[in-house]
């Protein structure tokens, strides 16, 4: 008897929601989505001890060699994002590139997503560049790892 009782004060509860909450959230799904990571707490203007994390974290993430993400960008920026440019033409006397990775718009434009002027989107196709067998476009890149 008490067990018809309390299925049916149960059922009644559920039906009004007291008891069932209508959206769960738990470890996945909608809260994990906002997880905050090295990468996506990067600004452009981040110290070289946040830049490092970052550069940790994407070669994880990507599964690209660390020490070769960390070695390039150290040779072409120097850890540094904001007002970084390198590559002058010799025709112009503009800059060509920009950046952590040092991207030459071009490039960035036919490999990347996002914003050039971006250091989590430059890191970001960095890593998957790397990934792809495209280290050969960075000019430390083949000093340091190139056969």
Not at 26 to 41: E, K, R
Not at 73 to 84: D, L, N, P, Q, T
Request: aromatic share 12%; charged share 20%; glycine share 8%.
């Amino acid at each position: 008897m008490w067990a018809i009782i309390l299925t049916a004060a149960v059922a009644t509860l559920a039906t009004i929601g007291i008891i069932y909450p209508l959206k769960i959230i738990g470890d996945v799904g909608v809260a994990s989505q906002d997880q905050i990571t090295p990468l996506s707490s990067l600004s452009d203007t981040a110290s070289t001890a946040e830049i490092k994390e970052a550069i940790v974290y994407v070669s994880q993430k990507y599964l690209v060699d660390e020490s070769q993400l960390m070695q390039t960008i150290k040779c072409e920026s120097g850890f540094r994002h904001a007002g970084v440019f390198g590559d002058k033409s010799e025709i112009t006397g503009e800059f060509l590139a920009y950046g952590i990775a040092q991207f030459h718009k071009p490039t960035f434009d036919r490999y990347c997503a996002g914003s050039y002027y971006s250091a989590k989107d430059q890191l970001t196709c960095m890593a998957e560049m790397l990934k792809k067998g495209l280290g050969s476009n960075w000019t430390c890149w083949r000093r340091y790892f190139s056969t």
